[in-house]
């Protein structure tokens, strides 16, 4: 090949069973970031996943113009028999008990042999692989290529999450519900020992804290970060992460912005359980800023009780609403979770989603006007996008430091009052009146239209970051080059 001619666009390779681990965390970003870098300088991406995974991302790419021809999928069989979970079991939808996990780790770590076949096949210039598989760095110094690092949360809980492994403040108090600085951080952050996971809390070592060790280990050796954020939502923690802590990184978020027509919101994820006409109409009769939209994730049930006191609170608050139940897996399958009466008397002011929701579609409705929200960040960063000020109900991982930079530090947030991390099961705990408050503060009166301002404020940063010209546009061009670069200075090498 002449070396005056071009490089090649640089594939994007990433892992859709990684983007299924976690609760499904990173599996919608995927896509959207492979529609980002496809979008980019004609970018070739593909997309590497598992048999039961791969339709969803056949659909999304189907239904978005001019991809199919940018983004290929290429399957890979998940080892779920062989790692001693039931056959199909490829996401952590399907895991049931707490006992399933360790073998669901087990499962990924033998992916390491079909990754590296994929590659053989492939030739990728690239590779993109989640924080979860720390051996991709070594595969991807075995084939020469360099390694990304898909973060799938905020830079606050990345630096947050970073100072706490090293500085370990929770050693220093006297008790679980005692709360204590994070140090070393631009704001002073406090949180207590129950909001921690167990591998924090106790400061024990696990399979998972090995794991997460491993992962900071490789990513420190990979070529770089990539940061589903803008510089402008959190420019204190972009700033620390790369100067204080010393990561090479890139903020090309929001991702979920590359969705710009109704089908391509519709079909983000999973296939919606309500027809998106239906529920675009009924949102259509609704006033501004009159509905708040209560979603918890695809990886939070709840307990009955906790089910009839979200209904108790939500009726006691007298707004319009939009709620999508899910029940969790353990608890009887009957419909015995709501007031008597309840869905009767609340079915002009309020619409029921049982299953998957069309989230982004929702919250970018005018009517919309505040979201109840577990405050994962893929949610978290949807409602900054929309402008939608949230009310705040973390449960696990780093849901609770994206709490914090919702309500402190950015300010549009308001908490309903969860106080400690919840394992795989019912979630319970948070009474009718702290709902009935919460969402009442978030939805009436002068502080919650302030919110609003600033949730506005925030929408317009996040648009003009992914426009042309703006920071994160100006990030993943920055990095398509520097990795074509490093492939011209490989070639020339060879």
């Given at each position: 090949m002449d070396k005056s001619q071009k490089i090649n666009p640089v594939p994007f390779f990433s892992l859709g069973s990684s983007s299924t681990f976690l609760h499904n965390l990173h599996m919608i970003p995927t896509m959207d970031m492979a529609k980002l870098f496809a979008s980019h300088g004609g970018v070739k991406t593909t997309i590497i996943t598992t048999p039961l995974n791969a339709p969803i991302f056949a659909k999304a790419i189907q239904t978005t113009k001019n991809m199919s021809n940018h983004i290929a999928i290429s399957v890979i069989k998940f080892p779920a028999e062989e790692a001693g979970l039931p056959d199909g079991c490829e996401n952590v939808d399907q895991i049931h008990s707490e006992d399933m996990v360790p073998n669901f780790f087990k499962a990924t770590t033998m992916l390491?042999?079909?990754?590296?076949?994929?590659?053989?096949?492939?030739h990728p210039d690239c590779l993109v692989a989640d924080m979860f598989f720390p051996w991709a760095t070594d595969i991807a110094a075995k084939f020469n290529i360099p390694r990304l690092v898909f973060h799938g949360t905020s830079v606050f809980a990345l630096c947050a999450g970073?100072?706490?492994?090293l500085y370990k403040p929770q050693k220093n108090v006297s008790s679980d519900y005692e709360p204590f600085i994070v140090p070393n951080l631009p704001h002073e952050v406090k949180i207590t020992k129950m909001q921690l996971a167990d591998h924090d809390k106790e400061?024990?070592?696990?399979?998972?804290s090995k794991l997460l060790d491993k992962a900071i280990e490789t990513e420190m050796t990979s070529f770089g970060v990539v940061v589903n954020s803008f510089h402008e939502l959190e420019p204190a923690y972009a700033d620390h992460y790369r100067r204080v802590l010393g990561r090479k990184a890139w903020h090309i978020g929001p991702v979920s912005l590359c969705n710009r027509e109704v089908e391509d919101k519709a079909q983000r994820g999973k296939e919606t359980s309500i027809d998106k006409l239906?529920?675009?109409?009924?949102?259509?009769?609704?006033?501004?800023?009159?509905?708040?939209?209560?979603?918890?994730?695809?990886?939070?049930?709840?307990?009955?009780?906790?089910?009839?006191?979200?209904?108790?609170?939500l009726e006691a608050s007298g707004q319009e609403f939009i709620w999508v139940v899910r029940r969790a897996k353990n608890?009887?399958?009957?419909?015995?979770?709501?007031?008597?009466?309840?869905?009767?008397?609340?079915?002009?002011?309020?619409?029921?989603?049982?299953?998957?929701?069309?989230?982004?579609?929702?919250?970018?409705?005018?009517?919309?006007?505040?979201?109840?929200t577990h405050c994962g960040w893929n949610s978290t960063l949807e409602g900054v996008s929309a402008g939608v000020p949230m009310v705040t109900w973390p449960f696990f991982a780093d849901q609770f430091?994206?709490?914090?930079?919702?309500?402190?530090?950015?300010?549009?947030?308001?908490?309903?009052?969860?106080?400690?991390?919840?394992?795989?099961?019912a979630i319970d705990g948070v009474k009718s009146e702290a709902i009935e408050n919460a969402v009442k503060e978030i939805m009436v009166g002068e502080e919650a239209e302030e919110r609003r301002?600033?949730?506005?404020?925030?929408?317009?940063?996040?648009?003009k970051a992914v426009e042309e010209g703006g920071s994160s546009h100006t990030d993943l061009n920055a990095l398509i080059k520097e990795l074509s670069a490093y492939q011209v200075q490989e070639y020339m090498e060879t």
């Open positions: 390491q042999g079909p990754l590296e076949h994929a590659i053989e096949e492939g970073e100072n706490m492994r400061d024990i070592e696990t399979d998972f239906a529920c675009l109409k009924w949102l259509d009769s609704k006033k501004p800023n009159s509905v708040i939209y209560v979603c918890f994730g695809s990886g939070a049930g709840f307990a009955t009780s906790q089910l009839y006191e979200i209904a108790m609170g608890e009887d399958d009957n419909e015995n979770w709501s007031p008597e009466g309840f869905e009767e008397r609340t079915k002009d002011k309020g619409l029921i989603i049982r299953g998957w929701a069309p989230q982004v579609l929702i919250l970018d409705h005018d009517a919309v006007g505040g979201f109840v430091f994206n709490e914090k930079l919702v309500t402190e530090i950015l300010k549009i947030g308001v908490c309903v009052g969860s106080d400690q991390q919840w394992k795989r099961g301002r600033r949730a506005r404020t925030l929408k317009e940063m996040a648009s």
